[in-house]
């Protein structure tokens, strides 16, 4: 079946550092990709998301890049801090199917030491 | 508060009970969707509601009930659950044609 695959499982990274964390997806049709972050005993939340007509976003800190001929996307966030420190899932949907078609990937637990 | 209201957060029973959790949304979305959430695991869908009409997820087993009275909530109704059914369920909204969804908070269930 469809799936997306995350890279890397944990991340541990020294404040100030830079994080990138990887995804691939296999649904050559989806067009959405939504990048959650969830903090211990909280909800996840959307963070940045790319369409599939743009190949690069950029949030302050956070940016997200997409290549769709290798359909694979990416989390990156520089100068870490330690509120960065959370579990991050990415996702790849195909939009107006209700949601149906929206696979995440396993997470990335992310450290970032003071 | 987000937007998306569960309760109970937390909710222990037995195999043998008879419980629902509840899901509501203040944000005028027409989409709700049930996920479960285990230790490293992917979320993995239950159920979509999208204009209140039921998407299912063939893999959910009949002891997990949706029901959707309105587009603002969504409730899952449980009977004669798994230890292996102990997990965080999470209940989430968004509006066609803005994909991000918001979560609730979750319900943390243990199945004993």
């Known amino acids: 079946g469809e799936n997306v695959e995350q890279h890397p499982s944990t991340l541990s990274v020294q404040e100030g550092d830079s994080a990138v964390i990887k995804c691939t997806y296999s649904?050559?049709?989806?067009?959405?990709f939504p990048w959650y972050k969830q903090e211990l005993g909280k909800r996840p939340q959307l963070i940045i998301d790319i369409r599939s007509n743009v190949g690069e976003k950029k949030d302050q800190r956070i940016a997200v890049t997409l290549n769709k001929t290798a359909k694979h996307f990416s989390l990156h966030i520089t100068e870490t801090q330690p509120e960065d420190s959370a579990v991050y899932f990415c996702?790849?949907?195909?939009?107006?199917?209700?949601?149906?078609?929206?696979?995440f990937g396993a997470g990335t637990r992310l450290f970032v030491k003071a | 508060e987000t937007g998306v209201t569960q309760t109970p957060r937390h909710l222990v029973m037995g195999m043998t009970n008879k419980k629902s959790l509840k899901c509501e949304q203040h944000l005028g979305h027409n989409a709700m969707y049930w996920y479960k959430q285990s230790a490293k695991k992917p979320l993995e869908l239950m159920f979509v509601y999208s204009l209140e009409e039921r998407v299912e997820n063939n893999s959910v087993p009949s002891r997990f009930s949706p029901e959707c009275p309105n587009s603002s909530h969504l409730f899952l109704h449980l009977h004669t659950l798994q230890p292996e059914d102990s997990a965080l369920y999470l209940c989430?909204?968004?509006?066609?044609?803005?994909?991000?969804?918001?979560f609730g908070s979750g319900t943390r269930l243990t199945v004993v």
């Open positions: 996702a790849a949907s195909i939009g107006n199917t209700g949601g149906f078609k929206t696979i």
């Open positions: 989430a909204s968004s509006q066609a044609g803005i994909y991000g969804y918001t």
């Open positions: 649904d050559s049709a989806s067009n959405y």
